[in-house]
C-alpha cells in the first residue's frame, strides 16, 4: 500500500463544483502547496469549508470560490484577510455564514452520518436569518427546547496539512493544537494530506502515537510538501512568513496585484516558490509567533 | 487621591476592564486584544486567582504571561485547552469573554462580519467568528476603544453576529437563561446592561468627560446609574502589574495618540 502522490495528482481527482474542506485556522497550518496547485488549475466553482485564512483570500482571488462556509477568515497578527475583503465587498460570493462552533459541529454531524446536531448556537441571530436552510428543532423531552438544528457538512474532499505522514497514511499532528482536522477529515468521501516529512512507514514510541488524530482509512493520499504550510504556520516546525504576508496584503491594493503575486510566486511551481521565499532552509526556520 | 500618579487612559481602561471579572469564580478569563488581556491577567493577579486563563494559544497557565517576545521568561503550564476544548467549555457556559465588537447596539447585539448591506457590505470584518455561540452561552463584555455612533449605532446592528436583550429575534422555546451580559468598556466611561428591561446604564465616566458627552457620541439613549461618579484610577500596585505585564508597552498603541488617563483642561 503506497498512498504518495504529487499535489498534482491530488488536484486531478478534484472536480469543478465540488465542496472541499482545508485543515488548519486562520493563519496556521494550511494546507497550501496544494491550494497553490489548485491556483495553477482550471478548477472551478468551488464551495471552500474553512476556517478561513490566505487559503479562503487567494482562492477568492483567483475566481476559484463559488461559495463559502466559514465563520472567519482573518490573518490573524494581520486582522483582515486582503482578498477575502476584497472579494466579499463585491458580493461576488455565496455564503453560508457560519459560528465557529456550528461549522465544527456540522463536520461533526457529517463524519458521524447523522443528518444534524442540535446546538444553541446561531440561534436568535442573522446567521439564522440570512442561511433560511438552517432549521430549529424542538427536544422531543420534557424541556420541549428550541435549538437549531446544524445540518451536517459532507465533504467531497479534504485537504490537511501535517507535520509528519507515511506512506499508508498515518499522519502526525505535532503542533500544540490539532485544530480541527480530524472532523475535516472524517467529513470527507476523500482526504488527501500534505507533509512537511514523509515516511515509508511510522514506527513510533507510545507517546510519539498521541500525535495521531484521524486513522489512516480516511486518508486517500499523501503528498510530501516540505514548507507545504508556508507561509502559514506549522508548529512546531516553522513560523508564519510576516514579510511574504505583507507582500500578500500589499498585492490587493495594486492594480493587477493578484496577476502579479500569481506570476511572482504561484505559476512558477513549488521549487521556484521556495527559491522566492529565500529558499526551505529559509522557510523552515521561520520563528514560530509568541502571544 | 492619587492625583500624582501618572497613567494614561489605556491604563484606565485595563484596570476598569479588570473589574468586569470580579465574582465570577472558577471560570475561564478571555480576554481578546491588548487591553481585554491585560485586564483579565490583572484580575487574576489582584483579586480573582481562581480564574482560568491560557498562553493565548493552547495551554492553560496559572501565572498570567506577559505580552510579546518573553526574553528569559519560561512560562509555566498548568493544562490544557486546545479550541476543541474551547467550545466544549464555551457551550458549558464557564467563561467570560471580552471582545470588541465592531458594532453594538441598544440591545447589546454585537456585528463583527460586516457593515453596510450583507449582500454587498460597505466593509468586510472577520465574520461572525465565535460571536453567536459565545454570546447565548456564557457571560460577555465588551471593549471599545473608539467611543462613537459608528460602534453604538443607532438601530440594529448591520449583522446580527452575538444575540442581545431584543425581543424580536428571540422565539418562544428558545433558552436565553444562558446569556449573560456585563459590561462595556470605552475610551470615555464604563456601561452595563442593568437599566429596566437591560437598558444600557452608564456606570462612571473617565476623569474629565461628562455624560452629555457620552451621550452625544452614542446612537441611543443612555441611563445615568444611581450614583454616577468617575471611573476609578489605577492605583501604583495596578500600574506596576500593567507595567510588568506589558514589557514592550503595547498598551500604548492600543487608542490612538496614547491619551493620558487624565483629560487636559480644555
Known sequence: ?291 | MSDKLEFSLAELMIVAASEAWRGDGEVLASGIGVIPRLAASLAKLSYAPELLMTDSECLLVEEPIPLGPRGDHVPKYSGYMSFERVFECVWGGRRHAMIGPTQIDRWGQTNLSVVGDYHKPKAAILGVRGLPGNSINHINSFLVPNHSKRVFVEGEVDMVSGVGFNPARWEPGMKQDFMDIRRIVTDLCVMDFEGPDHAIRVRSLHPGVGFDEVQGKTGFPLLQAPGLGETPHPSAEQLAIIRRLDPHELRSAQLKGNPPGIRAAA
Not at chain 1, 180 to 197: G, I, K, P, Q
Not at chain 1, 206 to 215: G, H, L, M, S, V
Open chain 1, 1 to 291: 500500500m503506497n498512498k504518495q502522490m504529487t499535489a498534482a495528482d491530488v488536484v486531478a481527482r478534484l472536480r469543478d463544483g465540488m465542496t472541499i474542506g482545508f485543515g488548519g485556522w486562520g493563519p496556521r497550518r494550511k494546507p497550501m502547496a496544494i491550494v497553490r496547485e489548485i491556483l495553477r488549475s482550471d478548477l472551478k466553482d468551488l464551495t471552500v469549508v474553512s476556517y478561513g485564512g490566505p487559503d479562503v483570500g487567494m482562492l477568492c482571488a483567483a475566481g476559484k470560490v463559488r461559495k463559502l462556509i466559514f465563520g472567519f477568515a482573518t490573518l490573524d497578527a494581520i486582522p483582515l484577510e486582503p482578498w477575502y475583503r476584497k472579494v466579499r465587498e463585491t458580493g461576488a460570493l455565496e455564503l453560508m455564514e457560519l459560528d465557529e462552533g456550528m461549522w465544527q459541529w456540522g463536520l461533526r454531524a457529517a463524519g458521524m452520518r447523522v443528518p444534524f446536531l442540535p446546538t444553541r448556537c446561531g440561534l436568535a441571530t442573522d446567521v439564522t436569518r440570512l442561511n433560511p436552510e438552517l432549521k430549529t428543532i424542538r427536544s422531543p423531552y420534557d424541556d420541549g427546547e428550541v435549538l437549531l438544528a446544524m445540518p451536517a457538512l459532507k465533504l467531497d474532499a479534504a485537504l490537511v496539512h501535517v507535520n509528519v505522514a507515511d506512506r499508508l497514511g498515518n499522519t502526525l499532528i505535532l503542533g500544540g493544537d490539532p485544530y480541527f482536522d480530524h472532523l475535516v477529515a472524517r467529513a470527507a468521501d476523500a482526504c488527501y494530506v500534505s507533509a512537511e516529512r514523509v515516511e515509508e512507514r511510522l514506527a513510533l514510541a507510545p507517546e510519539q502515537a498521541r500525535f495521531n488524530t484521524f486513522e489512516r482509512y480516511l486518508v486517500k493520499g499523501v503528498v510530501h510538501a516540505p514548507g507545504g504550510a508556508h507561509p502559514t504556520t506549522c508548529a512546531p516546525d516553522y513560523g508564519w512568513d510576516m514579510s511574504h504576508f505583507k507582500r500578500y496584503v500589499a498585492s490587493a491594493a495594486e492594480e493587477g496585484g493578484w496577476q502579479a503575486y500569481m506570476d511572482e510566486f504561484v505559476s512558477p511551481g513549488e521549487a521556484a516558490y521556495q527559491a522566492a521565499n529565500g529558499g526551505i532552509e529559509r522557510m523552515g526556520a521561520l520563528p514560530l509567533p509568541v502571544f
